[in-house]
Nanobody
């Protein structure tokens, strides 16, 4: 599967953005889909993911109540709606697809930069 993230930009604190991750090659229904981010000088961290098995969703604590992950299988796209953005959300956001077949295999798309100014 190939992944292409888009939707990043420069916004003010309190604004919203919606990131998209368009997949090609395989259906996203076969993968656990997630969003990760890496801020300057920091390690990559998981933001949110949605299970291929039952659609269950997990959020990193700092984004709970502000970010919403969703998937549109017909469009083969995963979204991350980000509301009430804060300067600390500034990072390069990457989408990720993972599949278990005896072992985990992860696929990554190129990132999209989100910059939030105060």
């Amino acid at each position: 599967v190939q992944l292409q993230a888009s939707g990043g930009g420069s916004v003010q604190a309190g604004d919203s953005l919606r990131l998209s991750c368009a997949a090609s090659g395989r259906s996203i229904s076969s993968y656990d889909m997630g969003w990760f981010r890496q801020a300057p000088g920091k390690e990559r961290e998981g933001v949110s993911c949605i299970s291929s098995f039952d659609g269950s969703i997990v959020y990193e604590d700092s984004v709970k109540g502000r970010f919403t992950i969703s998937r549109a299988v017909a469009r083969n796209t995963v979204y991350l709606q980000m509301n009430s953005l804060k300067p600390e959300d500034t990072a390069v956001y990457h989408c990720n697809a993972e599949q278990y077949s005896g072992s985990w295999t992860a696929y990554w798309g190129q990132g999209t930069l989100v910059t939030v100014s105060s």
